[in-house]
């Protein structure tokens, strides 16, 4: 695989997906509804319900609102990665995969490309909720917005390839929408987005609490949360890391290009 094809693969990957982006006017305003439906709305609410104690990487009591914006651009990316993976089983059920899988290049790569593209998307949200949360007098250090972007793409990719690891599972279209329900709802609130673990912990939830530390999601969290203040979980990006190369390589070895075409000529597939 030389490295100018690479190059030339990924870049008109990437221009694919920001055209389809900028031609869908409406998918950057759904991205930010949800999470500001949260931060204005039901921050508003629950600040007094939900004390936030002072555990790191806060050094101080914080307002609810700031103890949220980490769980909301984790939102922000779940959102995106399933919304790219369901691009990819409309792509392969209209064949369009399958025309880009001729490409002289290994399927793995091409799927990579995929995902580095979605992943730059969500990315790119998540700095805009980062903006508009801060018109909110929302406390992030400004070096934070920096120290963040590698464990947003590291998170974004990890979200993005469990979305395309789903994506080789789901035979049909239709059948898509009940999935990421499946998964984005579990994972966002069984996770510290809205609440710290020590909560369920402390109120006698331990099945819950044990299944928020087996989220891949409460680490890519944790891991934002504490990069916003310019601080390093090395055990959250460790199991991000470890689940976006898990997801992947299960992904890439598992995707059929071809399921779609074959369902609607009536062969087996």
Known sequence: MRLAHALLALQAVTSREIAKFVRQGGRLASALVRPLL?????????QNVFGVSIIPPYNTYIPYQTYIVPGLLG????????QSSLAMVYDREMGVMR???TAPLPRWYLLFCKLLAGTLLSVLQAYVFLLIAALFDVDVPLD??????????LSGMMLGALGLLLSVHVRQLENFAG????????????????????KLE???????HFLATWNPFTHAVEATRFAL????????????????????LLAAWGYDPQRGMLKRTGKPG
């Not at 939102?75 to 399933?82: D, T, Y």
């Not at 934070?144 to 793409?153: D, E, K, M, R």
């Not at 402390?202 to 819950?208: D, H, K, L, N």
């Open 75 to 82: 939102m922000v990316l779940l959102f995106n990665g399933m």
């Open 38 to 46: 949260w931060l204005v709305v039901f921050a508003a609410g629950f």
């Open 202 to 208: 402390e109120s006698g939830a331990r099945v819950i």
């Open 99 to 101: 025309l880009l899988l």
């Open 179 to 198: 999935t990421m329900n499946f998964v984005i709802f579990p994972m966002f609130f069984i996770s510290p987005a809205l609440y710290p673990l020590w």
């Open 229 to 248: 203040h310019g601080q390093v979980s090395v055990p959250s990006l460790a199991i991000v890391a470890g689940c976006l190369v898990a997801f992947f």
């Open 144 to 153: 934070g917005w920096l120290f963040a972007l590698p464990v947003l793409v």
